[in-house]
């Protein structure tokens, strides 16, 4: 395979910190790169990354995309994804989330997992998994997309960093052998009202299958997980759109609740 275009992936890569500086939505970038390419669209997201660490922001993890069905037919994508989470990415829960600071939020839920030993095989195992795993956390992702009307194809939102935005993780850390992930059910409320729903196996079938195929795929890359590593799995049922002064709740059983609002225009205080 041919390497990416680096005048290509370059102007991929400006297009979009662009969107993200002004806060102004860029058409995609799928037509500055060759068609179907995902290599380049990785290079694109791996140049976000780079720029993103010589900035002094600091990386704690890894989020996994497009693997319910659901979301899937929502995008219309047929694989799952990867991009990266920084640590500035982390909303602590309560806090609200400044107005304008997204271009365009949706809201899912999630299983993460935070990892206490490295997953450095290509060919990880389950029993590697659950060793390595420290404990599980409810969360929710904020994906945002800085492509016009989530226009995107699988290039696009690779480029994009797998359209993440912001997470918000739950406080409190549940160890595998207390919970079943598959089975577990997930509800998440809008306002109050029940927008999505979903269980574990609606994640590629589990999020520990979700994570054993983001650990085998960033190991074969020479780029493996490690200790300390926060793993957003993967939505468990679609996501809601999000607006300013919403409130929304994830309840995952077994895991408990996670909680993120959204500041309205007019709330005083501290930009989350």
């Not at 720029?51 to 994508?77: C, E, F, H, N």
């Not at 640590?87 to 609200?96: H, L, T």
């Not at 729903?197 to 994570?211: N, R, V, Y």
Request: hydrophobic residues 45%.
């Amino acid at each position: 395979m041919s390497a990416p275009d680096s005048a290509a992936v370059a102007e991929a890569a400006s297009v979009l910190e662009e969107a993200a500086r002004t806060g102004v939505p860029c058409p995609p970038v799928r037509n500055l790169l060759p068609e179907g390419d995902v290599a380049a669209a990785y290079a694109v997201q791996r140049r976000h990354l780079e720029r993103a660490l010589a900035d002094g922001r600091r990386a704690v993890g890894r989020k996994i995309g497009l693997t319910s069905p659901a979301v899937q037919r929502q995008l219309g994508v047929d694989q799952p994804d990867f991009g990266f989470i920084l640590a500035d990415m982390a909303v602590p829960e309560g806090r609200p989330i400044a107005p304008g600071r997204l271009l365009q939020p949706k809201v899912e839920a999630e299983v993460a997992l935070v990892l206490a030993a490295d997953l450095p095989h290509r060919d990880p195992t389950v029993a590697d998994l659950l060793r390595a795993t420290a404990f599980a956390l409810p969360a929710l992702e904020i994906v945002d997309s800085r492509i016009a009307d989530w226009d995107i194809t699988i290039v696009d939102t690779v480029a994009d960093n797998a359209s993440c935005g912001l997470f918000v993780l739950g406080g409190t850390p549940v160890p595998l052998d207390r919970v079943d992930l598959r089975a577990a059910r997930m509800t998440l409320t809008k306002n109050g009202e029940t927008v999505s729903t979903g269980t574990g196996a609606d994640c590629l079938g589990s999020p520990l299958t979700a994570a054993l195929w983001l650990a085998a795929t960033l190991a074969g890359l020479g780029d493996p997980l490690r200790a300390g590593d926060v793993i957003l799995t993967g939505a468990l049922g679609p996501m809601a759109v999000a607006a300013e002064g919403d409130e929304f709740t994830a309840r995952i059983e077994g895991l408990g609740t996670v909680a993120a609002v959204f500041a309205a225009a007019d709330t005083e205080g501290t930009p989350a």
